[in-house]
DNA sequence: ATTGGCACTCGACTGCCATGAGTGCTAACA
DNA sequence: TGTTAGCACTCATGGCAGTCGAGTGCCAAT
């Protein structure tokens, strides 16, 4: 008996999966335990319930599916779903006409990026009914085009920063004297000159080198315009990095429905850091990724799944968008969406 | 039996306000219907509950109070409500140190504008445990100080927008031709020179004027100047107008844990739009206003309250903020904590 | 290998009853 | 006349027992 006609006992036999897919398809239109019962009708195959049960005995001894109470039917695992995403899911390809309409929708608010970025959070949370989830690129991948100061009144400075990426960061500088336009000007240039081009974190890096430098050389100009300049780059370090939209849309899966729960995600989703910091762990994969919940230590997504596919401006990839919603989610409908709208984004993202 | 000793049919006796008023507070405390025993003891006259009952008896006639079902308690109605806030309430000031905690924690984040008022709404919200929400200055009410335009690249130029609230905003324009830094310098000049200390709204309508004034002269460059001063004015309307934080305090409240009822408000919360409107109305009056959710068609409210004060700029009512909670919250803390946060805020925002 | 049958389990639902909190009303009392 | 005590009534709540149905595990038959 321990050696069967076609199976060892640590792999599954094609049947098996075959069940297991069908079971878990099952069990995301439903919500609900699926027992022999409904899973033999289901199934093209026709067998009787009882042999199902002998097949969903052997699942639940392999960990991939699991019953909830004696006398309810079986429902998928963690392990089960990671093996159904693997393997067993089949992912038809979006209509055109369907893809037509996600860029249209995508472009629909402007081309200017941020205005693209938080239409694709939108975008995402309203195709598929849950949360959807964009980074903005990180600060420290674009790189330095130019800064400007501007003399507001006496004592008041502007600074303006201006990153390769379209942005623009600004900041009010209360300064000790007054500059003169000619002398800001000059700065400007200066260092516009001098650090064109370089990546973010390398200018914040030989500002400060610069700043020693200068103040053995008492290079009393020098020093005020770096200085200038260095708080208004680190200014433009601590903002916004990540956009979610439709987070309310999570409220309606029962199997979130925990207040406390709920609560803690919402409020992860206010404080974002936590979820930047897992999609930043998508950053490098190039494809759509799939991540389940209570696959990592992060226990607030549990019972949650993260379908993500990171975007990129010229051949570069510099941030990640995806889509948050329970672990029992439509994926086949999902994961093509995600896909084009990455694609999308990117296209758009380029011509810019 | 119509004419009363002392009260006629239509006024509430003093006694009658007295014990509608330990019914509220007692209400507000435990979150359910306050029968006639309980409300015997909580007040300081000892009589018994069967006098009481009488007089929420009268109580209920007035449409003050009312039962859910005939053999519970009774929980105050909108109207009871009402002229508890209007004339029973008693609100302790908040002690000395409080204050200053409060000051502390709103000027942590800084003394930058936006700062400030997200510090603000954090800070109701944290203190409250409820939503707090701070109205950022209407655009219009602002004026304008001063304008820029700097090259960025040949055909792109970063045209920047100063209000005399010191805030910033820019906008990257695409040009038909190259501009040179004189050019663009003088029109900054000029533009700034005519528009300095009008209000947006009229800077608005004047350079539409002035647009076709200049079409007529055949004044190019004018023209051109103008067109790119309208752009970036039209942009820096359609902000953010509105920073709410700590929805997700309001999870906690029973009566607003219906989730479709809930859904609804946090809808609301990341729209903003009618939020704001609403808050709009406050900006009048000076002083501490308490809105009941009902008292306006707005049914997303139903079963909140909110908590409003104006703050100002150099005696100006520029905005409001406040804390939207159940309409069973603690008002005799919640309105001098709102009141307080005004103030500071007021304070601060005149020192910039 | 597959199937039918049987006993068993368990959650969901139902009806029932006792309990207790609270009311309205009436009559008695100061 | 205002206050009180008492009484009958209502209703939500919780526990208990019973039923139903979906589902399982196992065993014997095909």
Redesign the pocket.
Known sequence: ?TD??SGKETVVSE?AQHFLKALIERYIREG?????????KDTGL????????????DL?ELGLVS????????IPTITGYRMFLDSLLTVQDLQQTEVERIRNELLMGGEEKTALLSSASRLLSGVTRMAGVVTLPRRDKTTFRQIEFLPLSERRVLAILVTDAGEVHNRILNTHREFKRAELEQASNFLTRFFAGEEMDRVRKRLLEEMNDARERLDQIMAQALSMAEEVVNASESKEDCVIAGQTNLMEFKELSGLEQLRKLFDAFTEKREILHLLDQFQTADGVQIFIGEESGYQLLNGCSLVTAPYQVDENIVGVLGVIGPTRMHYERVIPVVDVTAKILSAALKKH
């Open positions: 008996m069967n006609s049947r609900q335990p699926v027992g022999s019962r409904t899973l033999a026709d067998l009787s319930p009882a042999t199902i049960r002998n097949v969903m005995a639940e019953s909830p109470h004696t006398s309810a039917g079986r």
